[in-house]
């Protein structure tokens, strides 16, 4: 049994595909046929067998490949991992719910022996042993968050919580949407949303900070955010602009369908027990737009969500170039019946 | 320019006397002499003698042609040739500063940015510093792909001195860079020509 791992690119020559089990797991983020942001967070609690979110951590097809892509960033920009010196002992939290979520809901893949401070760590997609001493940072090969952040989809923020307020202080960021850890490591829950549009006049942010600075041990919470990607590409970072931005000016109405993606981000909060930090994951799913229409329901309200969607959000979400020609391709695929509440793909 | 609906958008309140502190301890380029002026007059009786000023005339204004500082009869009153020069100084004197010491910073956005960035490095809170804006509105921009430095950029788009990109300046702020996020501005077509209007005068 187990998951059998992809061998995949999300560069270059983009041989990324997901599986027709993968396509059926996929968080589709839209309940309605219109979007505007909300504070959707719910409580991360199991989802149905086999969803994304049945375990605390989704491990997924895609598992190796992608971390295989995380190193390339990685050797390419130390700075996509940073950590200020007073978040240590969030970084050992972070550890430790990793490895134990990980050997709990994937025992086949991943194994932890505790003995006091002594442990021992088992990844086997990854071929990684390794002893070391919780709470020792010199016996381990990285620091403990880039350490494990390099053996685990998504990326990590860990969030410093003082002052009423939270505050980016570390992370480990190499599939982001656009935005920077290196600019925005030490700002406060406000001021890294700064640049969105919309949301702030909504009290959105006031909202869910004041949410998640009531974030309890043992109850983590979710929320699903999204945009569109042109190409299966995983670093879609501001400091690489130049290198994929011009992607974007390569949809054409022929091969929109393979080379147009929806990117979803499902984004989970964990309250730690020694730092009282929280862990922010942003775990990236990407689908193609033929992969989408393999599944009537979602190419119908993907269709209705794009041709609705405000202006501001098309031109933040960097759709603008192509949301005509994307909205054109699911339209003729749009049958115009109605569709049922709910993510799911009946 | 200096509001803004991005909330890492950085206000000044200006500046104003801290009645119990033991000491004032106050950093000023260009056009902020007039700040400190004020500020001194609108001190008790004994603020001068409790103040040290560094000055530099910086970028934004020639010196302080009016020799108001040195007329205000503070403790100190240091005068230095560049921003580089004066941060230099105040690193020093901060990491000796005692309890009661009440940190001002005034001039234009790059020089509050860079003393607000430097003495977090010795644990002051920017909550706690006092910070009012005179002189340009000219910015300090980092260029989010080659993280090189552009002072002093008056315009949008602004090539960079580093990369030679040419950038978008976004009202992003990063107080600990003490820098606005500059962008490449056709990073999606590379053959449209940037237009670089001047709005940071």
Redesign the interface.
């Known amino acids: 049994m187990g998951i059998a791992f992809r061998t995949e690119t999300f560069r270059d020559d983009f041989t990324f595909r997901n599986s027709p089990e993968a396509v059926r797991r996929f968080p589709f983020p839209f309940h309605e046929d219109k979007y505007m942001y909300a504070v959707n967070i719910e409580p991360h609690v199991p989802g149905p067998k086999g969803s994304a979110t049945e375990f605390a951590l989704d491990v997924d097809e895609h598992y190796v490949s992608e971390l295989a892509d995380r190193a390339l960033v990685l050797k390419d920009d130390p ?1 996509r991992c940073q950590s200020l010196p007073h978040m240590i002992t969030a970084e050992w939290d972070f550890l430790e719910l990793v490895m134990t979520s990980l050997t709990r809901d994937y025992p086949e893949h991943f194994a932890l022996r505790q003995d006091g401070d002594r442990w021992h760590w088992t990844n086997r997609p990854l071929g990684i042993a390794q002893a070391f001493t919780f709470g020792d940072a010199a016996t381990l090969p990285q620091g403990p968050m880039e350490y494990v952040g390099r053996q685990c989809q998504g990326d990590f923020c860990l969030l410093d919580q003082r002052d009423g307020n939270l505050w980016m202080d570390a992370g480990i960021i190499t599939c982001q949407a656009d935005w ?1 850890l ?6 406060n829950f ?6 969105v ?1 919309l949301a ?2 909504m009290g959105v ?1 006031e909202r869910a900070l004041k949410f998640l600075l009531n974030l309890r041990l043992g109850q983590p919470v979710r929320r699903l955010n999204w945009t569109m990607t042109v190409n299966p590409r995983l670093d879609t970072s ?5 290198k994929w ?2 992607d ?2 390569t949809i054409t109405p022929e091969n929109v369908g393979s080379k147009l993606h929806l990117r979803v981000e499902l984004q989970g909060l964990w309250r730690l027990p020694r730092s009282n930090a929280i862990v922010f994951s942003i775990r990236c799913y990407l689908i193609s737009l033929d992969e989408i229409a393999t599944v009537p329901k979602w190419t119908r309200r993907l269709a209705r969500v794009l041709a609705s969607l405000p202006p501001e959000l098309a031109e933040y979400k960097g759709l603008t ?1 192509f949301r005509q020609t994307a909205v054109d391709w699911l339209s003729a695929r749009d049958d115009g019946a109605p569709t049922s509440a709910g993510c799911g793909p009946e | 320019m200096l509001t803004s609906t991005n909330k890492s958008r950085p206000v000044y309140p200006g500046l104003a006397p801290r009645p119990f502190a033991q000491r004032h301890l106050i950093a000023a380029e260009g056009e902020g002499a007039a700040a400190v002026a004020e500020l001194v007059a609108a001190g008790a009786a004994d603020f001068a003698a409790k103040a040290s000023i560094l000055y530099t005339a910086g970028a934004s204004a020639p010196s302080d042609p009016a020799g108001r500082l040195g007329a205000l009869g503070a403790d100190s009153l240091a005068t230095f040739p560049s921003i580089e020069t004066l941060l230099f100084r105040l690193d020093a004197m901060l990491a000796t500063a005692g309890m009661g010491t009440a940190l001002y910073v005034t001039g234009t956005e790059g020089f509050i940015g860079r003393v607000i960035a430097l003495a977090a490095g010795h644990g002051i809170d920017h909550l706690t510093i006092a910070a009012e804006h005179r002189g340009s509105l000219a910015r300090r921009v980092q260029c989010v792909h080659c993280k090189g430095f552009t002072e002093n950029v008056t315009t949008s788009v602004v090539a960079c001195s580093h990369c030679a990109l040419p950038l978008t300046v976004r009202d992003h702020y990063s107080r600990r860079l003490g820098a606005f996020q500059g962008v490449c501005v056709n990073a999606e077509d590379p053959s449209e020509a940037p237009v670089a209007e001047e709005v940071f005068r």
Not at chain 1, 182 to 187: K, S
Not at chain 1, 190 to 195: D, I, L, S, Y
Not at chain 1, 238 to 242: H, I, K, M, Q
Request: charged fraction near 20%; hydrophobic fraction near 25%; charge should be negative.
């Open positions: 700075l920077s290196d600019f925005d490591i030490g700002m406000m001021e890294w949303h700064g640049p549009p702030h006049q942010f501001p400091e690489n602009y130049p931005g011009t974007r000016t170039r």
